[in-house]
């Protein structure tokens, strides 16, 4: 499976969505810190929300060390609500049902990610479950306002 994940990181170097929606398997679960748990088409969307919002941006994706079931990813871009530069470093793990990905989980060190996303503010309050519960019903908020515009039935 370590193709399938490789195919899937090189997708979305190219901000490919579709592409790299099509990997997963509709009954996909993602979970990630900024997010929460995404079932199924909401974690489809949710690639989909990204990848419109940073085409033309100065957003980067290097993945490394793949295996049959895992990956680490870094992320370089903007952070759109600060104008702050973000290098955020995730490690992925997926499991796989008939060919495709049915769990795909993120694990980034949120409190490094809110430092340099929010600054002092985020060095203040990235360690908080508060933080993190705002956080995830913001970017949650954003998706279901997404598959709305976009007419994505849950």
């Not at 990204?50 to 085409?55: D, F, I, P, Y």
Request: hydrophobic share 40%; proline share 1%; with cysteine.
């Amino acid at each position: 499976m370590s193709s399938l994940i490789s195919d899937f990181y090189q997708a979305f170097h190219q901000l490919d969505a579709q592409k790299m929606t099509s990997y997963y398997h509709k009954d996909v679960i993602f979970e990630d810190p900024a997010f929460g748990i995404l079932k199924g088409k909401q974690a489809s969307a949710m690639w989909h929300m990204l990848c419109e919002s940073q085409k033309g941006k100065d957003f980067i994706v290097e993945a490394s060390d793949i295996t049959e079931n895992s990956a680490h990813w870094e992320a370089f871009y903007t952070f759109s609500k600060t104008g702050r530069k973000v290098h955020n470093k995730i490690d992925a793990t997926f499991e796989f049902k008939d060919g495709l990905i049915i769990k795909h989980t993120d694990n980034f060190n949120l409190h490094n990610w809110a430092k340099q996303a929010f600054g002092l503010k985020g060095w203040l309050l990235g360690k908080t479950s508060f933080f993190k519960e705002k956080l995830q019903s913001q970017t949650n908020s954003l998706l279901n306002k997404y598959m709305a515009e976009k007419k994505l039935s849950t």
